[in-house]
């Protein structure tokens, strides 16, 4: 059974930095690709950035762009989402997901739908504010 756990949350103010980072067990994390989600109090869960299972595709929403990096270690299991000049829009609970889409599809990631993704962390708070 895949599972996923996020950490590296908390509280930074407006243009400052973190790394979350989704540690992946139970399936090798080369064959898992993974969405990173944001839930805003009030508003529907946004997928922000995603990443294919070997690393060679990403996509991310507009906001994120020049701003918002994801990136993964298979060796260590992990994906990693960069975070820097947050924002307070950026305020949420950021979750990764993922889900396997086979060898055909290694270097494809998925950021239009969340119900694409089968598996899902509990998530990790991200505040902005000052």
């Known amino acids: 059974q895949l599972q996923l756990v996020e950490s590296g949350g908390g509280l930074v103010q407006p243009g400052g930095s973190l790394t979350l980072s989704c540690t992946v067990s139970g399936v090798a994390s080369k064959f898992v690709t993974i969405g990173w989600f944001r839930q805003a109090p009030g508003q529907e869960r946004e997928g922000i950035v995603c990443i294919s299972s070997d690393g060679g595709g990403t996509k991310s929403i507009d906001s994120a762009k020049g701003r918002f990096t994801v990136s993964r270690d298979n060796a260590k299991n992990t994906v990693y989402l960069q975070m820097n000049n947050l924002m307070p829009d950026d305020t949420g609970v950021y979750h990764c997901?993922?889900?396997?889409?086979?060898?055909?599809?290694?270097?494809?990631?998925?950021?239009?739908?969340?119900?694409?993704?089968?598996?899902w962390g509990q998530g990790t708070q991200v505040t902005v504010s000052s």
């Open positions: 997901a993922g889900t396997q889409l086979g060898p055909s599809f290694q270097s494809m990631c998925i950021l239009s739908t969340w119900s694409e993704y089968e598996y």
